[in-house]
T-cell receptor, first 117, second 115 residues
Framework: GAVVSQHPSRVICKSGTSVKIECRSL??????MFWYRQFPKKSLMLMAT?????????EQGVEKDKFLINHASLTLSTLTVTSAHPEDSSFYIC?????????????FGPGTRLLVL | AQKITQTQPGMFVQEKEAVTLDCTYD???????LFWYKQPSSGEMIFLIY??????QNATEGRYSLNFQKARKSANLVISASQLGDSAMYFC????????????FGQGTRLTINP
């Protein structure tokens, strides 16, 4: 149980294009999903908290117009990197927290490697 | 503000030996949770173990145990009988009662198990 998928797993795009990354909880409902960014050999940095049916909460320094987040259902959140540039190249990973107060862990997706040329 | 510190960038251990990965934390929340995740080279984050700040006993999950010392604000991960498949990055993380329960991660420790 508690499986989270991400699509695509790897994407290469040209500078200036937009890229959409999907995060799905496959066997549970998640009212809250989180988006992280990880640079090579570094730790995960939280970008934003995605809440179903409401606007995402962005961490300080993260441009909300650059990284658009939509959490339209209890099993799907999307991250769109708009007008991507080479500095946006990174590993993006989402996590989902099962609905219900008793769940402790967040479950992570396998991540998406983005390379912007 | 919450902070997690992992002071060991890398650890090298012989197969079948036990290994301890250090983690210290700082928080002003009266209640919090501590987590350990494993990240193999494929990139996925695998949940290993959880310790609640009010839990009376140290958490254990198979070969993983958490040495929780609340007064010292430490939550070290102990892996017994290490295996080659344990080679990976290991991250300690904390979640407080504030801030939508987001996780704050440490810098990570790269563990290498030698045959």
């Amino acid at each position: 149980g508690a499986v989270v998928s991400q699509h695509p797993s790897r994407v290469i795009c040209k500078s200036g294009t937009s890229v959409k990354i999907e995060c799905r909880s496959l066997d549970f409902q998640a009212t809250t999903m989180f988006w992280y960014r990880q640079f090579p050999k570094k730790s995960l940095m939280l970008m934003a908290t995605s809440n179903e049916g409401s606007k995402a909460t962005y961490e300080q320094g993260v441009e909300k117009d650059k990284f658009l987040i939509n959490h339209a259902s209890l099993t799907l959140s999307t991250l769109t990197v708009t007008s991507a540039h080479p500095e946006d190249s990174s590993f993006y990973i989402c996590s989902a927290k099962p609905a219900g107060a008793n769940h402790r862990a967040q479950y992570f997706g396998p991540g998406t490697r983005l390379l912007v040329l | 503000a919450q902070k997690i510190t992992q002071t060991q960038p890398g650890m090298f251990v012989q197969e079948k030996e036990a290994v301890t990965l250090d983690c210290t934390y700082d928080t002003s929340d009266p209640s919090y949770g501590l987590f350990w995740y494993k990240q193999p080279s494929s990139g996925e984050m695998i949940f290993l173990i959880y310790q609640g700040s009010y839990d009376q006993q140290n958490a254990t999950e198979g070969r993983y145990s958490l040495n929780f010392q609340k007064a010292r604000k430490s939550a070290n991960l102990v892996i017994s009988a290490s295996q080659l498949g344990d080679s990976a990055m290991y991250f300690c993380a904390m979640r407080g009662i504030q801030g939508a329960q987001k996780l704050v991660f440490g810098q990570g420790t790269r563990l290498t198990i030698n045959p």
